[in-house]
């Protein structure tokens, strides 16, 4: 049985912490139910010192015990703690059970622990050193002071989730349910996944959607990751399959096979996603018109890529636009 570390902070926010608890109990339920009882993990609250903790709501999290009375456990949750700015995040950094909580995932990492971070957690990530060179995301908001404090970690704010060796990140508090999930579909396996997305309705966006991308499963999977790389660097040109397998290293028929295993899509599908993704992102930062995004990333119809992210999303661009218009007016 596999064995979860939850760890809880002072002000952390409570739908990240009751997400993690609520997708762990229903995945257990599940697996339980249809006899796979052997797929289920114990998993616990714990704190810095060992002492109850009071959320941001003010409910009080009695933990299990301390963290340093764990020895070692396969996975490591730190959900989003509740942090809105910089300065913020810098007066927390710089507390007792903080440095506490950074030194814990640091040692369970060297360990071979599995650390999982989202929102502002993901600064608590970087301090134990867990990204090195590698990439890292965060809420779209610390983005600039996460570049400024870890400027050698690669920071993609556009994706929903990032993956390295032994540890996944995820944006802002919200994405903690796709963190979740992606764990739950690697701990149970996709069937349950599934199911457990079902009886929670949560968006399956982290099997088919714009958010799930090749990071969740290079360490599976290096050619889908060094596909990913390549079509990032070409999407303002056309290319074709063939060029992109070429590329990689593999024949067409071994891509094909690599995408469908890893995501349950086509090359084509794929590259699309990238796209859509891409255009997402474009839509949510800048004022760029969207015939210029379309252009861009490869397409000299802005028509047919505003097809696609209706058929992906099922929305359309001013959707996008807009959504991110009114979020950066409620931080002003």
Not at 57 to 77: E, F
Not at 186 to 214: C, H, K, P, W
Not at 292 to 309: K, N, P
């Amino acid at each position: 049985m596999k064995s979860i570390a939850i760890i809880t902070f002072e002000g952390m926010f409570d739908s990240s912490l009751s997400i993690t608890l609520d997708i762990l109990r229903s995945a257990n339920q599940i697996a339980t139910a249809q006899g796979e009882g052997s797929l289920g993990v114990d998993f616990g609250l714990y704190s810095a010192s060992g002492e109850p903790v009071k959320t941001a709501g003010g409910l009080v999290i009695n933990p299990r015990s301390a963290l340093g009375d764990i020895k070692k456990v396969d996975v490591v949750i730190l959900p989003g703690l509740g942090i809105s700015d910089g300065e913020q995040l810098n007066r927390v950094l710089k507390q007792q059970d903080a440095n506490q909580i950074i030194h814990f995932l640091r040692d369970q990492h060297r360990a071979g622990s599995t650390i999982l971070g989202s929102c502002s957690a993901s600064f608590f990530l970087a301090e134990a050193g867990i990204f090195s060179d590698s990439m890292a995301t965060t809420s779209w908001w610390l983005a600039d002071e996460f570049r400024r404090k870890y400027p050698s970690v690669k920071l993609q704010t556009e994706k929903m989730i990032t993956t390295g060796k032994n540890y996944l990140c995820a944006g802002a508090a919200m994405a903690q349910a796709d963190l979740m999930m992606v764990l739950v579909s690697s701990l149970y396996g996709t069937v349950v996944a599934r199911q457990v997305a079902n009886y929670l309705l949560i968006d399956q966006r982290e099997f088919q959607s714009q958010y799930i991308m090749s990071g969740l499963l290079s360490h599976k999977y290096p050619e889908i990751e060094k596909a990913e790389r390549w079509i990032r660097q070409h999407l303002s040109g056309t290319f074709s399959i063939s060029d992109l397998a070429a590329a990689v290293g593999i024949g067409k028929r071994t891509l094909a096979r690599r995408t469908q295993e890893a995501m349950g899509l086509s090359p084509l599908q794929f590259v699309q996603q990238i796209r859509v993704e891409s255009a997402i992102h474009l839509l949510e930062t800048t004022h760029k018109s969207f015939d210029v995004i379309a252009f861009e990333l490869g397409y000299s119809d802005a028509a047919t890529l505003r097809r696609l992210l209706q058929r992906h999303t099922g929305k359309s661009p001013a959707h996008f636009r807009l959504a991110h218009t009114v979020s950066s007016t409620s931080q002003h």
